[in-house]
């Protein structure tokens, strides 16, 4: 297991790799000039020219690219911000905990919600708690979370005056950022549960167990969820990744001082090393949580932790 996750964290460095050369190949190709950006509008071609010169902007695209590699991987630096000229790498640390608490918030909705709507469902499959959780999975997917985010401030802060419309302080200033970021990831979570539970239910070994008179409550939390989760804890960490990419969104709709916020201001305003250093560390945070889920897989599911206790015998018994 241990092997496991070794290899597991070695193969973070191929994959972010490849997300830097993707993100900086897209912000290349991308229309608009920072030095002109940065100028302003009565910038002359000659001034352009040489904040171009002076950011390295002038070179070709693969000296460009190497120059960022070379940046990032070997002197562990995501450079400096073109408009407030301080590292990057402080400026997304100190909105980092806005993005996490977030994200994590929206996680724990999706897991604490969704899944009990998807056992609902399965548990009376053509009813009408099956039919209410389908409708809310439907709309969960179907409604684009930006507009839903709108209507909830529309509603509950400009009709109902219930909730603030903006910014950050207590409890109350999370809740709609969080049920409108969470609300795609309950529906794909109870659609998924659904699924899963479905097919459990109807195993030969959940008939064993009505044969042998167990409970309900027995079956379905002893012997169906269990061998249930694989599907759902998938499902749980690709949700992490869709949280982390909405928080782009709600957070600019609720003027949060996240990363999200701070990227899309960087993209408006052609600040392109905000940019990729913020792809690049949420792209490290998805793939540490993707291999927390892998980990999580081998103490959930005992044929997968025998799997790999099994390799490594075969090795030591070999040598």
């Not at 053509?126 to 401030?153: E, H, K, Q, T, Y």
Request: aromatic share 10%; net charge positive; hydrophobic share 50%.
């Amino acid at each position: 297991m241990g092997l496991f996750i070794v290899k597991r964290l070695l193969w973070i460095f191929p994959v972010m790799l490849g997300i830097a050369i993707l993100i900086f190949t897209i912000m290349y190709i991308c229309p608009g000039d920072p030095a002109a950006a940065i100028l302003g509008i009565g910038a002359t071609q000659i001034q352009i020219d040489q904040k171009r010169a002076e950011l390295g902007l002038n070179q070709p695209y693969i000296v460009q690219l190497l120059q960022y590699l070379k940046q990032v991987f070997l002197e562990l630096d995501l450079g400096t911000s073109y408009f407030y000229r301080t590292p990057v790498i402080d400026g997304l640390m100190s909105r980092m905990h806005y993005t996490l608490i977030l994200a994590l918030t929206c996680m724990a909705l999706q897991i604490l919600i969704g899944t009990p709507l998807g056992i609902m469902a399965a548990t009376h499959r053509n009813g009408l708690a099956d039919r209410f959780c389908m409708i809310v999975a439907l709309a969960g997917v179907s409604i684009p979370g930006f507009w839903f985010a709108l209507m909830m401030v529309v509603f509950f802060s400009v009709k109902l005056g219930w909730l603030p419309t903006y910014g950050v302080g207590g409890i109350q200033y999370y809740i709609m950022p969080c049920i409108a970021n969470s609300f795609a990831g309950i529906a794909t979570q109870a659609r998924q549960t659904r699924s899963s539970m479905l097919e459990v239910i109807h195993s030969d070994y959940i008939s064993t167990a009505l044969a042998k008179g167990l409970s309900d409550r027995e079956i379905l939390f002893k012997h169906a969820l269990p061998n249930a989760l694989i599907p759902i804890i998938t499902v749980v960490g690709n949700g992490m990744g869709m949280m982390l990419g909405g928080a782009v969104v709600v957070e600019n709709v609720f003027s949060i001082p996240g990363i999200g916020n701070y990227m899309m201001s960087a993209i408006n305003s052609r600040d392109y090393p905000i940019v990729l250093g913020g792809v690049l560390v949420l792209g490290i945070v998805f793939s540490l949580i993707m291999l927390m889920v892998d980990i999580i897989y081998a103490f959930v599911d005992p044929r997968i932790r025998a799997r790999y206790e099994g390799k490594k015998r075969g090795k030591l018994e070999s040598a």
